[in-house]
């Protein structure tokens, strides 16, 4: 899941924190194995990451005062993708 995570938010892997939670205060959802985790419970972490993703940008935007379609976000930090253009170029 931190993997998925990390990737959705374009960060390395070691900035990813994995809490757990007892299995006493979650509902019970059926089996949780093989695909069927990785189906139900990925998709669920990449759903929370895309929202995450898209509140940071809109917060980002408003800081730097530019539309979230011209921001990035790489190891941790938002930037503005035509900054990152300009550097590789």
Do not use: H
């Not at 019970?28 to 929370?48: H, I």
């Not at 408003?62 to 550097?87: C, H, R, W, Y």
Request: with cysteine.
């Amino acid at each position: 899941m931190a993997q998925l995570v990390a990737k959705a938010l374009n960060l390395p892997f070691q900035m990813v924190e994995v809490s757990s939670k007892d299995i006493f205060d979650s509902p019970d959802g059926g089996f949780t194995c093989a695909s069927r985790q990785t189906y139900n419970t990925g998709n669920a972490v990449l759903m929370a990451a895309e929202r995450m993703k898209s509140g940071l940008l809109q917060c980002a935007s408003e800081i730097l005062n530019l539309p979230t379609d011209e921001l990035v976000m790489e190891n941790g930090f938002v930037s503005s993708a035509l900054d990152q253009k300009t550097s590789a170029g």
